[in-house]
Every structure is written in structure tokens, then in C-alpha cells.
């Protein structure tokens, strides 16, 4: 049986993405299957790689408004993008998310949805 996994998110740092300008993450779990469960942070007017989920997405608004699939997803906001599913996620405003990813994400050259 494995050990739970217990995290204090506000004593992790938040880590930038070299390539990602003003969006920044924090690891909560690496999954078996080479997916991860993280905090997404986006700076107002930051944008993600467009990329391609294998086994799909999931992911939860907590703090201000992300930007996906043609319109603003506020606090609270719920989205599951089945797999295969191509996007390129980002927030005018600012966002914290968290977001589970049963599989690591395919990068694409180019745009998503």
C-alpha cells in the first residue's frame, strides 16, 4: 500500500516555466503513470504552450479567471477536456488552478484551441 502524500502549498515555491513567461507551478503529486496533480499560476496576460492531453484533463478555477476553449472560466469553474484534446490555455486577469493530468501533455508547434 502506499504512503499518503500531504503538502502545505503555501510553504512550496512556486516554480517558472523557462519557456512559459508568467506562468509558474507547484508539483502536489507525480503520478505512476507519468502525470502529475499541480497548481497552475497565470499572470494577468500569460499564456501556456498549445499541447495535446493523451488521457485527458481536468482542472479547477480557484483564484480569478482562465481563459480556455473561447471564453473566461471564473473562480469556481470546472473543466474536463477528454483525451486528445488540443489547447492552449491563458488569463487576461490572472489565475491560480489546479489541474490533474492522468498522462504528461504532448508540447505541439503552433496554436490549440
Known amino acids: ?8 502549498t503555501t510553504e512550496m515555491a512556486w516554480r517558472e516555466f523557462a519557456d512559459a513567461p508568467g506562468v509558474s507551478y507547484k508539483t502536489l503529486r507525480k ?15 500569460a499564456s501556456y504552450h498549445p499541447h495535446r492531453h493523451p488521457a485527458g ?7 480569478g479567471e482562465l481563459d480556455d476553449l473561447g471564453r473566461s472560466w471564473p473562480q469556481g469553474s470546472y473543466l474536463w477536456h477528454p483525451p486528445g484534446s488540443v489547447h492552449r490555455p491563458s488569463s487576461r486577469a490572472g489565475a491560480v488552478v489546479l489541474v490533474i493530468l492522468p498522462q504528461a501533455v504532448e508540447w505541439l508547434r503552433g496554436g490549440g484551441s
Do not use: K, N, T
Request: aromatic letters at 10%; hydrophobic letters at 40%.
Open 31 to 45: 503520478h505512476d503513470s507519468g502525470g502529475l496533480s499541480l497548481l497552475l499560476r497565470f499572470a494577468p496576460g
Open 57 to 63: 484533463e481536468e482542472y479547477f478555477v480557484l483564484e
Open 1 to 8: 500500500m502506499s504512503e499518503a502524500i500531504q503538502r502545505q
